[in-house]
């Protein structure tokens, strides 16, 4: 669950009081965090990007999901999909009804998401966009 906690920490603190928020480092592809919706279950999801551009068109590369939710008195997150457009890629982890709700976890891409997070949010500190130099442009 610590994993999941550090998620949530990270997640809040690229966020802030913000809905949406683009965040450059120079010399990176921009990134852009969003709160995009609530789950079934009434949890925030929250899009986490990096945007290139092919034809015209935005391109993730990636987007992560997350669902924020509480854990006893701490907050977590856990990934809930993973998107890539340039590899014509979408992965979930869960199977939804037709209401909303979790019905079946793919357990081995759950791991594998897991740990590509993880990845990723070492890369984005080791890179400046939790740093005070990253420049926040407020976007709601």
């Known amino acids: 669950m610590n994993t999941y906690q550090s998620f949530a920490t990270i997640l809040a603190q690229l966020l802030g009081t913000d809905t949406a928020v683009r965040i450059r480092v120079e010399g990176y592809m921009p990134l852009s965090i969003e709160a995009i ?5 009434g949890n925030r999801l929250i899009s986490l990007c990096h945007y290139g551009e092919q034809n015209g068109d935005l391109m993730r590369d990636p987007e992560m999901v997350f669902e924020l939710f509480t854990h ?3 907050s977590a997150a856990e990934p809930l999909s993973f998107q ?3 590899m014509g890629l979408l992965q979930e982890v869960y199977r939804y009804d037709e209401a909303g709700k979790k019905t079946h976890v793919k357990t081995r891409l759950k791991a594998e998401l897991k740990s590509f997070a993880r990845t990723w949010f070492t890369n ?13 442009e407020r976007l709601t």
């Open 124 to 136: 984005l500190k080791d890179q400046g966009f939790l740093g005070e130099t990253a420049i926040r």
């Open 37 to 41: 919706s609530t789950s079934a279950d």
């Open 84 to 86: 890539n457009d340039y």
């Open 72 to 74: 006893g008195e701490a």
